[in-house]
């Protein structure tokens, strides 16, 4: 029954907390609509990614070609080109171990190079609506069949079309990943708007915004490249100058962009949404904390190199895993996997990053609020770990590939960097400031956060007047809920 009772009454605290006037609940109400306008927005993109991502996979497949096979792709000058590669281009020390397999315009027939013809065979497969099969060829390559099963129409793709395919087929697969990652970001936005309520924490709202600013940027872009893969495949495979000259990718690029605008448009009025509530947020929170007690000059300056700590470890915790997620996955499953020969200290180097982020956000989390020299000395050691060893990851030729290969992860890595790197010098600066009254500020605040809330809920007391409707009284505490109340409650 205690437990019961406890959780009930964080239960009415947090309630409360999210109902506490109009611009805590529409910041609430408006977080939660859009994680669910964009869960679902990024759910039928990743949808349509995945629908045609397992299409280039099976044609890729019974097509029997090598899993070490990969494209790369250039446009520069109007020039439409596709090499094939077997290896990653700055791993090779005997030159460029990529071939030239295609360009646009080009009046000699398009032949696969003898090293990467296929060595495996494939079984046919079923997807919705479509039988795929394949039909080997004497030279070891395969035809591979499109056969309708509404309408027993059939396509056949030439060895050279499916080798041509391997461009899409990367690029769909990195896009998959892409989703997965947005969706994920979607949850972690609203989990520091609620966070941000609970704790009346000024740096979660500050990083939601920043966060907010961050993805709208991304989306703006990541419309302009759909539109831009858009162009490359009308010249690499849908023109009636290419090996294929097949019209495969229309219908998702139309689904693909008209969804992608109505994602700028809800992140774009999200995002000024967004600064007007959080500004309103930011005014109460803050008023209610200077209202109490006065900081001097001084005190203000190290507070607001306070808020940049913690903003700074809000924005790098979830950015940081990503990076190192989108990293593994590319190790185990991406076309480098084959090339990398240091699989198992990358996989070590990601393990020890992930076990010491937990205890790397609490370090900066408590040392900055209380001023603990040698858990901020322990703090500045893991962020410097963190930097150092991810920027020696710099020195593997695979990892600069992949950098260099997909945006996405080169904006997620750079960013996640950026964070790391403000998270660093913030503290330091910090550090330098420690003993001019930030702790004991704080640490008097607090006293009057505690005294005016109490330590369980006063029951409410309603009084009726003739010239008023009923009027409601509650006195509140979420001490008792607030396990980091020292870092954030009023202030943070």
């Keep these: 029954m205690r437990l019961t009772h406890r959780v009930w009454q964080i239960a ?58 990969f494209t790369q792709y250039t446009g520069r000058h109007g020039t439409y080109r596709l090499d094939l590669c077997n290896q990653v281009p700055l791993l090779s020390a005997s030159g460029d171990p990529c071939v030239h397999f295609f360009t646009e315009g080009q009046s000699e027939p398009v032949t696969i190079p003898s090293r990467f013809l296929p060595s495996s065979d494939q079984r046919d497969a079923t997807l919705p ?7 080997p060829r004497p030279d070891g390559s395969s035809d591979v069949v499109l056969s309708s099963t509404v309408n027993n129409m059939s396509i056949t793709i030439d060895p050279v079309c499916s080798y ?15 989703d997965q990652s947005l969706i994920a970001y979607q949850f972690w936005l609203f989990g520091l708007a609620v966070f941000a309520l609970v704790f009346e924490s000024i740096p979660h709202t500050l990083a939601l915004v920043i966060a907010r600013v961050t993805i709208t940027g991304w989306s703006t872009y990541s419309l302009w490249r759909s539109t831009n893969i858009d162009d490359r495949l ?4 849908q023109n009636a100058d290419t090996p294929c000259h097949l019209n495969l990718f229309s219908g998702y690029f139309d689904k693909r962009i008209k969804l992608q605008i109505a994602d700028l448009v809800l992140h774009c009025t999200a995002l000024f949404i967004s600064i007007f509530l959080s500004w309103r947020l930011y005014l109460i929170y803050r008023t209610h904390t200077f209202s109490r007690v ?6 203000l300056r190290m507070y607001r190199y306070f808020l940049a700590v913690l903003v700074s470890i809000q924005l790098s915790l979830f950015i940081l895993v990503t990076a190192l997620a989108l990293w593994v996955d590319q190790l185990l499953h991406g076309p480098i996997r084959k ?27 408590f040392s900055v609020r209380r001023e603990w020299r040698k858990l901020t000395w322990a703090f500045l050691g893991t962020s410097c770990f963190f930097i150092f060893t991810w920027m020696m990851m710099f020195c593997s030729p695979v990892y600069r590939f992949t950098f260099i290969d997909w945006p996405f992860f080169g904006c997620v890595t750079g960013t996640s960097f950026v964070s790391l790197i403000f998270s660093t010098v913030f503290m330091f600066i910090c550090l330098r400031n420690y003993g001019e ?4 500020w704080l640490y008097v ?46 202030v943070a």
């Design 339 to 365: 090339f990398s020969s240091r699989t198992p200290v990358y996989g070590a180097t990601f393990i020890l990053t992930a076990v010491m982020l937990i205890p790397w956000l609490t370090m900066g989390w």
């Design 445 to 490: 605040e607090d006293a009057f956060w505690e005294d005016e809330f109490e330590a369980d809920l006063i029951p409410t007391q309603v009084t009726e007047t003739p010239h008023t409707s009923k009027s409601l009284t509650l006195t509140l505490s979420l001490s008792h809920l607030d396990p980091f109340k020292d870092n954030v409650g009023a």
């Design 12 to 69: 009415n605290a947090v309630y409360l907390r999210i109902t506490l006037n109009w611009v805590t609940l529409s910041f609430f109400v408006f977080s939660f609509l859009y994680c669910f306008a964009q869960g679902l927005l990024q759910s039928f993109l990743y949808n349509a990614d995945n629908s045609w991502s397992a299409l280039t996979s099976d044609i890729v497949a019974h097509a029997q070609i090598n899993s070490t096979v």
């Design 294 to 299: 006065g900081p001097p000059k001084n005190v």
């Design 437 to 440: 009254g930030l702790a004991q």
């Design 129 to 135: 609506d479509l039988r795929i099969s394949s039909q």
């Design 234 to 237: 009308h010249h690499v495979i």
């Design 164 to 178: 041509t395919l391997l461009y899409p087929h990367a690029k769909l697969s990195q896009a998959r990943r892409e």
